[in-house]
């Protein structure tokens, strides 16, 4: 499922506008009904982003894949279910019902899905807590970063990886000046826990100056990598990959400025295009 998004695509030393088709991405809670000691139970399971379609197959897969439920005939049902909200008008809500709770792992669930937050909104256990704490929107038009600085900076995070070279495996997230020069680089096999520590790594030192920084991160920019730099106050976050549709939302809600695509002589600008100097 996607979208038409506007773009400013720079390639041949200057801007183009055109209509780019950008993937979807919406919040998904999945709550589940069981028996505890003879008593029905909805539970409020977990919330995850994804593109929308083929929710119920998603939803089965991931109840196996956890091993919540040992048989996939103990799901009876799954539904989707409340209003349809958006843009995209979609139901972002699903109900799975089990039929034989004594092969349901609630220990599991308890401990795994109700009690953890490993990646941002995934572990949060309702739709309605998913809200961007932050409220002031990041500087409008600094710091200003060149062609050259947007162009250079994957090559220079890649070059500077320890790990990628010997597995061609792991992420990793740059913090850089408007100079594009490289500060700190932090590399994992997710690419939110490579920026997390990033960002941690950071904050500790303090070395986060929104005035005059941007991050660079590798693979595609999503909702969850876009709300972590916005914590920081830094306006410039640059993709080697392609962003989703909430990520664009979001970094334009904020008046980030949000890039991607980078490749040898051409990148995207997605939002707030002030920030980049083509001259």
Partial sequence: MNSKYK????????????????????????????????????????????????????????????QIVENIKDIESIESYGEKVGQYNIQNKILATLNNSKNVNISKIKRDFLTNSSCGVCGKSSLDTLEIIKKDKTLSDEPKISKKVIISSPKILRSNQSEFSKTGG?????????????????????????????????????????????????GRLNFELVQKVLMTNIGIMIGVGAPTSLAIDLANKFDMTLIGFVKRDSFNVYTNSKKVIVE
């Fill in 170 to 218: 792991i992420h990793a997230s740059g913090l850089f000046n408007d100079k594009g020069e490289l500060i700190i680089v932090k590399e994992d096999v997710g690419r939110h826990n490579a920026l997390d520590k990033l960002i941690g790594c950071a904050i500790i030192d303090h070395q986060i100056k929104p005035k005059s920084q941007f991050i660079t991160c590798s």
């Fill in 7 to 66: 773009v400013l695509k720079f390639i041949s030393n200057k801007f183009d506008a055109l209509e780019d088709l950008i993937s979807i991405e919406e919040p998904l809670e999945i709550s589940l009904k069981f028996k505890e000691n003879d008593k029905w139970i909805t539970q409020n399971l977990s919330i995850t982003m994804r593109t929308p379609g083929n929710d119920k197959d998603l939803v089965r897969g991931f109840l196996f894949n956890e």
